[in-house]
């Protein structure tokens, strides 16, 4: 189930598709409605991707953190404009990114809750906007993660295995046991003791090969549109 409780379909009518999000505010979180959901989702291990980030993007907090991770740079000439425009678009909706910080906080109290019972969490974010960027995006979406109660254990495991099985390749990858691929990344610091540490990189392998993560990011300056 990918985007938590914002893509319930028992939560609210759609209409084409398009996320009610008054709907949503009006829920009701703790209601008996959102039990019997969570409690089919557990008893079914039925996996849940939340993509916080997904919904996180109004609000200068965003471009800000496109600032520091320098993402401006992976843009084409054409994406570059586009996304200046939309970023300020974006960030001059106050009323939006008030709505949208009411919105997280149930969707971090619903995965919260579906985490306490045993649910399955994988990580993930979404390709729908460019900006969240591979390799960068899905840091945030630990912290996320973080901020819905999951321990850092647990986290890495979401960033992982649990990924890994949902996608059908955990036999080869997703842990490190004999037999599987080597795809390991080297960090600073430790991720157990603070998640944002994730963001550290000094090595990655991708089965057995190294590579240099600012190498690795440099191939991919002015490819997004």
Known sequence: VEHG??????????????????????????????????????????????????FRLTGKWFTDWMDKVDAWRYLSAEGLEKQKNMREDMDSKPEAYDQEQRLIEKQYKYVGELYKQGARIFAGTDPSYPMMIPGEALWLEAENLARCGLSTTDILRALTIEAAKELGVSEITGS????????????????????????????????????????????????LR
């Open 5 to 54: 409780f914002f893509t319930v379909s028992e939560f609210y009518t759609a209409l084409s598709g398009k996320i009610d999000d008054s709907a949503l505010e009006a829920l009701d979180i703790n209601s008996d409605l959102v039990r019997r959901v969570q409690a089919l989702l557990v008893e079914k291990q039925t996996a849940v991707t939340p993509t916080c980030l997904t």
């Open 176 to 223: 490190i046991a004999v037999g599987k691929e080597a795809d390991l990344i080297l960090l600073a610091k430790d991720p157990l003791q603070d998640i944002r540490n994730l963001s550290n990189l000094q090595r990655v392998w991708k089965a057995g090969k190294a590579y240099d993560p600012k190498t690795l990011k440099d191939m991919a300056v002015g490819k």
